[in-house]
Each structure stands twice: as structure tokens, then as C-alpha cells.
């Protein structure tokens, strides 16, 4: 089977999982996208800010608490133009790649560079399962390491810490108390905070914010609290907000 324009890890996993089968029907050159739409950013240290989207459609991973399962398998193939004339008719300057896993396919990487080249301030949403290293160094890297709760912990790359610039962050989203230690163990050991932002927030629905609060109080843990800002202001099931 000839797989044309994704990253070496996604070669391996579409051969091996045919869920990313619709990564390896997509034209040379092409990005396979689920939607691109013009929101309020919801997290990050850049959250209430006005943000265009751009979700790459498929996933190397199976999160129990993933809220976007329909990038899966949805979407169809842009060429990298088309891309950029819908985000430039939106008209923000701010620009986030998500996802899915936006690093499963080679053209987000020739897409973020282009979007900076163009004046943009691009953020990148990635899960921590994938190589960051050849990311354009102009972008903001959000890498979204994955807790135990989460069933996909084995697959972080913990490596990627020593890769990580002030300007990149680590997101860290807990289930439950032994999600919080889990993160708490990682921030303290590897120094992250030293590095970039962290940002610890709650499983939608599962973990009471005004726990993990006091959690973070109790320890003095050098992190910033996050609350999904769209998932207050909209119905937390509506899709493209």
C-alpha cells in the first residue's frame, strides 16, 4: 500500500491500524481536514482570544475522554492553498492546528511554516505521542502529554521535554487524584515549569475543578489552573466553536 504525505509514524500506523485509513487515500501533497472554523480560543495562556481553527481529521490515539472522536474519520483532502484562503477569509491572526493529531500528516508541517511566513501566530495542539522536533521554531507547541486515566499514557514521549521552548506549553487534563500525582510527579521531576507554561486541567464532567484548585494550592505547584472556555459559554457538545 503506498501512503502518501504523512509523517514516519503515521506510515507505521496506518499499515498497522485501518483507522487512519482515510490519512492514506488523501492526494500527494494534500492536508485531510475535518473543519475549519473561527472560535474564541477555549485554552492555553492564549484562551479568551479570538483563534481560527484548523482540525486535521484522524488520530493515532483513543482517549477514554476524547470530546472530538468525529475527527477520527471525518473530513476530506485540501491542497495547502485552499487551506490558507479559508483561514485568510476569517481574518484572525491568531491560527491553531488541532486535531485528531495534526503531526500525523507531512503537510501541517509545510502548512504551520507557510502560515507564519504569512504573519500569522500559529498555535499547535499535539498529543506528546509524536516527534515535535521538526515543528517550525516560529510556532507556539501545546503538547498534551496523556494521563493514566486516559488509557494512552504508554504512548507519551516523554523525550519531547528536553525539546520544549519558553513559548511552547504542556497541557495536562486529570480524571481523578491519581491523575493530579501522576502530573504533579512529572512537572516536579523533569522541571517543566522552568521550561514553559503548564497547564492542569479537568476531564469535562469528571473531575470538579474546585478540587484540582485545591490540590494545586495544597502543593504550591508552579502551574496554571484551566477551565474549557468553550465548553462554558456553548452547549460542551456543539461542534465547531
Same mark, same amino acid.
Given at each position: 500500500?503506498?501512503?502518501?504525505?504523512?509523517?514516519?509514524a503515521?506510515?507505521?500506523l496506518?499499515i498497522?491500524d485501518?483507522?487512519?485509513?482515510?490519512?492514506?487515500?488523501?492526494?500527494e501533497g494534500t492536508?485531510?481536514v475535518h473543519?475549519?472554523?473561527?472560535? @474564541?480560543?477555549?485554552?492555553s495562556? %492564549?484562551? /479568551?482570544?479570538?483563534?481560527?481553527?484548523v482540525r486535521?481529521?484522524?488520530c493515532n *490515539? &483513543?482517549?477514554r475522554?476524547?470530546d472530538?472522536?468525529?475527527?477520527?474519520?471525518?473530513g476530506?483532502?485540501m491542497t495547502?492553498?485552499a487551506v490558507l484562503?479559508?483561514?485568510?477569509?476569517l481574518?484572525?491572526?491568531l491560527?491553531?492546528l488541532?486535531?485528531g493529531?495534526?503531526?500525523?500528516?507531512?503537510?501541517?508541517?509545510?502548512?504551520?511554516?507557510?502560515l507564519?511566513?504569512?504573519?500569522?501566530?500559529?498555535?499547535?495542539e499535539?498529543s506528546?505521542s509524536?516527534?515535535i522536533?521538526?515543528?517550525?521554531?516560529r510556532?507556539?507547541r501545546? @503538547?498534551?502529554?496523556?494521563s493514566? %486515566?486516559? /488509557?494512552?499514557?504508554?504512548?507519551?514521549?516523554?523525550?519531547?521535554?528536553?525539546? *520544549? &521552548?519558553?513559548?511552547?506549553?504542556v497541557?495536562?487534563?486529570l480524571?481523578?487524584?491519581?491523575?493530579?500525582?501522576?502530573?504533579?510527579?512529572?512537572?516536579?521531576?523533569?522541571s517543566?515549569d522552568?521550561?514553559?507554561?503548564?497547564?492542569?486541567?479537568c476531564v469535562?464532567?469528571?473531575?470538579?475543578p474546585r478540587?484540582?484548585v485545591a490540590?494545586?494550592?495544597e502543593?504550591?505547584?508552579p502551574?496554571r489552573?484551566q477551565i474549557?472556555?468553550?465548553?462554558?459559554?456553548?452547549d460542551?457538545?456543539?461542534?465547531?466553536?
Amino acid at each position: 500500500m503506498r501512503v502518501n504525505g504523512l509523517s514516519d509514524a503515521a506510515k507505521r500506523l496506518t499499515i498497522a491500524d485501518k483507522r487512519l485509513k482515510v490519512l492514506g487515500a488523501a492526494p500527494e501533497g494534500t492536508l485531510v481536514v475535518h473543519e475549519i472554523y473561527a472560535s @474564541v480560543q477555549g485554552e492555553s495562556t %492564549y484562551a /479568551g482570544l479570538p483563534c481560527t481553527f484548523v482540525r486535521t481529521s484522524a488520530c493515532n *490515539l &483513543r482517549c477514554r475522554y476524547c470530546d472530538t472522536p468525529h475527527a477520527f474519520v471525518e473530513g476530506g483532502a485540501m491542497t495547502l492553498d485552499a487551506v490558507l484562503d479559508r483561514v485568510d477569509a476569517l481574518g484572525i491572526k491568531l491560527v491553531e492546528l488541532t486535531g485528531g493529531e495534526p503531526l500525523l500528516q507531512q503537510a501541517s508541517f509545510t502548512l504551520m511554516t507557510r502560515l507564519c511566513d504569512a504573519g500569522y501566530t500559529v498555535l499547535l495542539e499535539t498529543s506528546g505521542s509524536v516527534d515535535i522536533r521538526d515543528v517550525d521554531p516560529r510556532v507556539r507547541r501545546i @503538547v498534551d502529554f496523556k494521563s493514566p %486515566y486516559s /488509557g494512552e499514557e504508554e504512548h507519551n514521549l516523554y523525550d519531547l521535554v528536553a525539546a *520544549l &521552548r519558553p513559548h511552547d506549553e504542556v497541557k495536562l487534563v486529570l480524571a481523578d487524584r491519581a491523575d493530579y500525582e501522576w502530573a504533579r510527579a512529572l512537572v516536579r521531576e523533569r522541571s517543566i515549569d522552568r521550561m514553559c507554561a503548564v497547564l492542569m486541567g479537568c476531564v469535562f464532567g469528571k473531575l470538579d475543578p474546585r478540587d484540582l484548585v485545591a490540590w494545586i494550592l495544597e502543593d504550591k505547584l508552579p502551574v496554571r489552573m484551566q477551565i474549557q472556555m468553550h465548553k462554558v459559554i456553548w452547549d460542551p457538545a456543539k461542534r465547531g466553536v
